[in-house]
């Protein structure tokens, strides 16, 4: 059974950086394309990022391009994803979801079967 951890949230001042962690257990790392997603107070839960199986390709939300980058280390089982010039519209609770499949491509805002508990990141002004 594949479990999913983030790490990395926090209270943060706007124009600072993150980068959030997310372990994977339970499975074969590399099997699983891996997204990020956030859900605002108040709001649906959106797409960020996804990163294929061997982490060669990305894709982001078009509105969230350019100060997100999603990476991953198939040896450590971790995805991450860097975040950076935060501001308080970046408020969430960000969560990463993995995508058991065969594709090499990264992956779209479907599919997801496993999902974590999430990290709070809170950007004052």
């Known amino acids: 059974q594949v479990q999913l951890a983030e790490s990395g949230g926090g209270l943060v001042k706007s124009g600072d950086s993150l980068r959030l962690s997310c372990v994977l257990s339970?499975?074969?790392?590399?099997?699983?394309?891996m997204g990020w997603f956030r859900q605002a107070p108040g709001k649906e839960r959106e797409f960020v990022a996804g990163?294929?199986?061997?982490?060669?390709?990305?894709n982001y939300a078009d509105s969230l391009k350019g100060r997100f980058t999603i990476s991953r280390d198939n040896v450590k089982k971790t995805v991450y994803l860097q975040i950076s010039t935060l501001n308080p519209e970046d408020t969430a609770v960000y969560y990463c979801?993995?995508?058991?499949?065969?594709?090499?491509?990264?992956?779209?805002?479907?599919?997801?079967?496993?999902w974590g508990q999430g990290t709070q990141v809170t950007v004052s002004s």
């Open positions: 979801a993995s995508k058991f499949t065969f594709s090499s491509f990264a992956p779209n805002t479907r599919g997801y079967g496993d």
């Open positions: 990163i294929s199986r061997n982490g060669r390709d990305t």
């Open positions: 339970g499975g074969t790392f590399s099997n699983y394309a």
